[in-house]
């Protein structure tokens, strides 16, 4: 079928994150003495929100109270620099334009925290009208978990299989699998081609242009 609606992840899928997680996350790392991480193994790192990220970035056994004030380190390192690096892929600006010019609803869902979700979506894509865009909430449950895309998908009007979820890492399929819409993995953000097919991926695009080729335009 033909899906009428979009709904994108934010860092890896759109936005390359990737340098201000990792510089913030390091800088953090830095302070406690601990040793600091490549940006590649950060990709692995990111995608369950930051209080996750900074558990994974931390050795095995730290303890918790540690890793709460490590957080609270990070936030505001992260906090005057999230924009410093960040962008939009190539190519992605434009494909976010024609879909909108052709009708196809748009939505973002992020495990990022709602706050700098919402600011980053006015910095980078001011002119695109988004129906619905969510970061991790109070009392809502994170990605995998399906109840923000069926949100967004009640705010589009559109039955959830009318829609498609775009993401770069097995959260995000399996989180359009739990909301019975349609999934795609891209290859240019944070994981691998081997992560989608192991997870069934309806689709794996290599590059932005190709969400236009799906919906023939």
Not at 46 to 72: N, V, Y
Not at 92 to 115: Q, W, Y
Not at 122 to 135: L, M, N, R, T, Y
């Amino acid at each position: 079928m033909k899906y009428k609606g979009v709904i994108f992840d934010l860092d890896g899928t759109i936005l390359d994150t990737i340098y201000d997680l990792g510089n913030s996350v390091n800088s953090t790392l830095e302070k406690y003495g601990q040793p600091l991480h490549t940006y590649e193994e950060y990709k692995k790192k990111i995608g369950k929100g930051f209080r996750d990220l900074i558990k994974r970035s931390f050795p095995e056994m730290t303890e918790e109270i540690i890793l709460e004030q490590a957080l609270k380190d990070f936030l505001e390192i992260y906090d005057r620099s999230y924009m410093n690096d960040t962008r939009p892929y190539d190519g992605i600006c434009e494909v976010l334009k024609v879909l909108t010019a052709n009708n196809i609803k748009l939505g973002i869902n992020s495990n990022k925290r709602n706050d700098y979700t919402n600011k980053l979506v006015e910095k980078f894509f001011s002119d695109i009208d988004f129906f619905g865009v969510f970061g991790e909430r109070n009392n809502i449950p994170k990605k995998p978990a399906p109840d923000s895309a069926l949100e967004i998908a009640e705010l589009m009007n559109l039955n959830p299989d009318e829609i498609l979820y775009i993401g770069d890492s097995k959260t995000d399929i399996l989180t359009g699998h739990n909301a019975g819409m349609g999934s795609a993995g891209v290859l240019w953000g944070f994981r691998d081609r081997k992560e989608f097919e192991e997870n069934n991926a309806d689709y794996i695009f290599t590059a932005p242009y190709e969400i236009l080729e799906l919906f023939d335009i």
